[in-house]
């Protein structure tokens, strides 16, 4: 008996607007993926505006 399964894994080619639905729908991998996706853009800008590499990581944390 088979019943129904959820995805763990995302897509290679899963595109901006899908992740963003999946997360919305409290898929983890989607929001996972999200994170990863935009973690250094995530760092760089509050370091730019903290000056502080701690406090940065801190606050992508």
Known sequence: MQGATT????????????????????????????IKANNRRLYRLARGILHNDGEAEDVVQ
Not at 9 to 34: C, F, H, N, Y
């Open 7 to 34: 995805s763990n894994t995302v897509p290679a080619a899963a595109g901006d607007a899908e992740l963003v639905k999946r997360a919305l729908a409290r898929d983890e991998a989607a929001v996972r993926a999200i």
